[in-house]
């Protein structure tokens, strides 16, 4: 699965209203269950808040990853929030989170959940991929950024082999 399909336009946004993480689960969450048509808030909440209970996904460089296995999903879901004045995350790092990946997997498809946070952490590694998608101001265009980053990868991959 590719990372630019798993965060489709529909499922980023831009200048979330969250102050803390309670409130980037609850906007995020709603997004998904508003543009997926699924009425599984509650169960997408619990999955996230069992995995963060074991530890923050707020990780450094001002990224959160929260994520969970719930059959609040039938495929794997991928929903993009970015902050422009930071959230309160509890994060590792002790520093606001300002891109939030959200990444939600049925029980049935553990290796593709697996597979998206991988290739999310290559991404990840590239300070300018941070700054790019928070230079953008619309979805699509930030959708753009997670295909033309993931594209260069892919291609560094296969100009290796």
Not at 43 to 49: H, R, T, Y
Not at 116 to 143: C, P, V, W, Y
């Amino acid at each position: 699965m590719l990372l630019y399909e798993a965060f489709p336009p529909a499922l980023i946004k831009i200048g979330l209203e969250a102050e803390n993480k309670d409130e980037v689960f609850e906007e995020l969450a709603d997004l998904l269950c508003q543009n997926q048509k699924i009425g599984t808030r509650k169960e997408i909440l619990e999955a996230l808040w069992e995995r963060e209970s074991k530890m923050s996904t707020g990780i450094e460089k001002r990224i959160a990853i929260p994520h969970g296995i719930t059959d609040g999903v039938n495929a794997v879901q991928g929903i993009l929030g970015i902050s422009k004045k930071g959230i309160d995350y509890d994060a590792l790092d002790g520093q606001p989170v300002f891109l939030i990946f959200m990444i939600l997997a049925p029980k049935t498809a553990t290796e593709k959940y697996l597979q998206l946070l991988i290739r999310l952490a290559e991404l990840l590694k590239r300070t300018e991929f941070h700054a790019d998608l928070m230079a953008q101001r619309d979805s699509q265009g930030a959708n753009q950024i997670i295909k033309k980053y993931e594209d260069d990868i892919y291609r560094l991959e296969i100009d290796m082999v």
